[in-house]
């Protein structure tokens, strides 16, 4: 054997610091399960270990919990980490999407309630089955509403029929 062949050996092993990246990385990985809610943990589909661990954590605080962070991370360790981490993203992901189609519809109703002539023209395009008449009917309650100090009954259905509109 030449010496060359012996470096080769080597070059597979993981440093110190590489291990420890990975390990801090598990950990950031538990730290977004234990903050994920409990219907999205579930979508998860973790093995049982991990959902366990995770679920317990959530009522842990401190020092206790930093304890089950690590602990966490060993048990992700011992799965397959990427999957979870994919799955994770996935979820965020889609409630980014959720997040910015309610930020869309909130918008759509403040303009309507400030007599934006243009966004019903947009709507009327956007939507197939979108009905003007109903629509000017709330925005003129809304108003009402407001001028006598009521409770906001008809901007609330405003934004409920925009997001009926949406689903279709």
């Known amino acids: 054997m030449t010496e060359f062949d012996g ?45 366990d661990s995770v679920v317990k954590a959530q009522s842990m605080t401190h020092g206790a919990l930093k304890r089950e962070v690590g602990f966490i991370g060993r048990l992700i360790a011992d799965e397959d980490h990427a999957v979870i981490a994919e799955n994770v993203a996935k979820l965020k992901q889609v409630h980014h999407g959720d997040v910015k189609q309610f930020h869309q519809l ?49 901007s609330r259905l405003l934004f409920k029929y925009l997001q009926q509109c949406q689903s279709k």
């Open 7 to 51: 470096e080769d050996e080597f070059d597979d092993e993981k440093s110190k610091s590489q291990i420890k990246r990975e390990l801090r990385e598990l950990k950031v990985l538990g730290q977004a399960l234990i903050a994920l809610p409990l219907k999205d943990i579930e979508k998860l589909d973790l093995p049982e270990r991990v959902y």
């Open 106 to 154: 909130e918008q759509w109703r403040d303009d309507l309630l400030a007599g934006d002539a243009q966004i019903m023209t947009l709507l009327h395009q956007q939507f197939d089955e979108f009905d003007g008449q109903y629509v000017r009917q709330l925005v003129r309650n809304a108003a009402k509403e407001v001028s006598q100090s009521k409770a906001p009954k008809s």
